[in-house]
């Protein structure tokens, strides 16, 4: 079993779910982050925020902190977000026996303090599981937010080193209750996180 392991997939199709449910109570023992959906009164899509992994276990003192606004076109970024909390999450996450990084591998890399925190806690010994953006997500994102062809390029890098990577392991996702998921997800879980 791969120390690091990434589920892959389109938007809706289950990624966070599923590593929440195989997860369970595990999650309040988890270093790194977790992205949350904002919601506006009448359940739109008002933003994304950021929060510690152990937040989505139950640990509670944790403030949510807002880094993409989508309710104004165009979206409004909030880089500090990543350069000061995200990277500190990832910096703090070998406190953890494991990280979660949910969901990673768009704008943010953009930011070079994140980026290189990132790499950082791949190349340590650290087991790590998430969901990580496709390549049509990230690029969706970019256009979005009117990003140049660096942050496209910095997807790219990170989708060849973990395709590289001996320790990673990435799986495509087509439901929440997708089989090989779940079970690559059990696995790991006994091994690194049990």
């Not at 140049?148 to 390029?153: A, I, Y």
Request: aromatic content about 10%; proline content about 5%; hydrophobic content about 40%.
């Amino acid at each position: 079993m791969t120390r690091h392991l990434f589920l892959t997939g389109p938007t809706g199709s289950g990624k966070s779910t599923l590593l929440r449910r195989s997860l369970g109570t595990a999650l309040s023992r988890a270093g790194g982050f977790v992205t949350e959906a904002v919601r506006g009164s009448y359940g739109e899509l008002v933003g994304f925020a950021l929060s510690p992994a152990a937040a989505a276990g139950g640990v509670a003192g944790f403030v949510p902190e807002r880094f993409l606004d989508c309710s104004r076109f165009p979206p409004r970024t909030d880089n500090e977000v990543f350069r000061d909390t995200g990277v500190r999450l990832l910096q703090e996450a070998v406190l953890y026996p494991y990280a979660l990084l949910d969901e990673f591998g768009g704008f943010e890399l953009i930011i070079p303090q994140f980026r290189s925190a990132l790499y950082a806690l791949f190349r340590s010994e650290l087991p790590i599981v998430g969901a990580l953006k496709t390549e049509a997500e990230a690029e969706a994102m970019r256009q979005a937010l009117g990003l140049g062809e660096k942050c496209r390029g910095y997807a790219e890098e990170l989708r060849r080193f973990l395709r590289e990577d001996e320790n990673t392991c990435l799986i495509e996702v087509r439901s929440p209750n997708d089989p090989l998921a779940a079970e690559a997800l059990a696995d790991w879980l006994r091994e690194y996180a049990g």
